[in-house]
């Protein structure tokens, strides 16, 4: 979904612009089987051992986009950090990000910043 928005955009158009396009990207499909945008791997299904050997080789990996992928890395206990962005905005239902299945997780918070528009910024570090 960031490829149409983020592939043409150069640096001179958003200072955003190398982040998306210039650093790798590991899409976790069951669906697609090739990747067009550039530094782009579709590495397959959702495999929890596939996305380990990804952060001993790769480092830290960013997950954008998909609360269902990153519903199922903190129930493998894949997540190391959490960064939200709380909009000032009731739905009443919708997707959660915790589900009442999800098992019980201690948080600590290690940053966190307000926005003049009410949008608050909250990093939390999982605990063992």
């Not at 299904?45 to 903190?74: F, H």
Request: hydrophobic share 40%; aromatic share 10%.
């Amino acid at each position: 979904m960031f490829e149409p928005a983020w592939s043409k955009r150069t640096v001179e158009d958003d200072p955003g612009a190398p982040f998306f396009n210039d650093t790798a990207k590991y899409v976790v499909s069951e669906t697609l089987a090739t990747a067009t945008w550039r530094n782009s791997e579709v590495i397959g299904a959702y495999d929890p051992g596939r996305i380990r050997s990804l952060k001993d080789e790769a480092g830290d990996l960013y997950v954008s986009g998909s609360g269902t992928l990153v519903r199922a890395m903190l129930a493998d206990g894949l997540v190391d950090e959490l960064h939200l962005l709380l909009y000032p905005l009731t739905r009443g239902s919708g997707p959660r990000l915790f589900t009442e299945e999800a098992q019980a997780r201690k948080l600590s918070l290690a940053a966190c910043e307000s926005y003049e528009h009410g949008v608050v910024y909250l990093n939390y570090r999982t605990q063992a």
